[in-house]
């Protein structure tokens, strides 16, 4: 009896230890994430500006493609087809850019007093994701906005709304620490900001954003294939729409973009230090 409630109480406090551990990791993740956002409040005309692009992309380039038959998939509109695609457009053009605020924190000395304090590297990094997810929600808002203007048949149910916010703070997350790591890599604004547009338009147009996969060619649909984006747009074109369906299946989309950004965050919170050399 007495063993027993020896093993009671030390599994008692192990159980405390670790909720005391994630919760500490939690505090050190938001506190990150709150320091990120607070220049977003301080500073919120960046949430209109930003909201031009999905606009002109919706209105414009929308509305003339509309007419090009074959863009679409079954029985809808064009513009239902485009309207999850600019949503992860919104998402990925303000996360790949996230890695030149970590080059400015260096050059300010922020970055150096992130390293000497005794958070972990890789909530240091989840930090940073989560204030992009916030941004990335805040851009999703306009687009359904947009969208609802428009007459797309957009899913305005809880659940749909729900699961359309997971999915495009993993998408925030996932391409704000792809930048971060290309942030680590390069050091210099210049060359950040000169792979930056390298990057954004190629991830953009070889992927299932703006027309199917079936009529593209085959090397572009192999790439297509291993674009993490084509897999988000894929899951937003299922939850977002009514009656929408998964290509490839939700499942399968979210694995490979939990996968994904798993593995990002290993290899930034590994070289995220080096940024002080």
Known sequence: MAMSARSAGARATMADRMTEAVAGYATQVYAVADAELRKLRHDPSELLTRAIQPAIWLVLFGE??????????????????????????????????????????????VLHRYMVSPAPRSALVLGKAVSSAARGLSQAIVVY??????????D??????????????????????????????????????????????????????????DIMPGWLKSISLANPLTYQVDALRALMLTGGVSKFGLGVDCLVLVVITSVLVVIAARIYPRMTM
């Not at 074959?70 to 998402?91: C, E, H, K, W």
């Not at 906005?145 to 957009?154: H, P, R």
């Open 145 to 154: 906005v947009l969208a609802l203007l428009l007459g797309i048949e957009v």
């Open 156 to 213: 305005l149910s809880p659940a749909s709304l729900v699961s359309v916010a997971a999915l495009i703070a993993l998408g925030s997350g996932l391409f704000s620490t792809f930048s971060l790591i290309i942030a680590c890599i390069v050091k210099t604004r210049e060359r950040f900001m000169g792979i930056g547009q390298v990057l954004t338009m190629p991830i953009f147009f070889a992927s299932n954003a703006i027309y199917p996969i």
């Open 64 to 109: 003339v493609m509309a007419q090009v038959r074959g863009l679409a998939t079954g029985n809808g509109r064009y513009l239902d087809f485009l309207a999850p695609g600019i949503l992860a457009q919104s998402v990925l053009f303000a996360a790949i850019f996230y890695g030149i605020a970590a080059i400015w924190e260096r050059d300010l000395g």
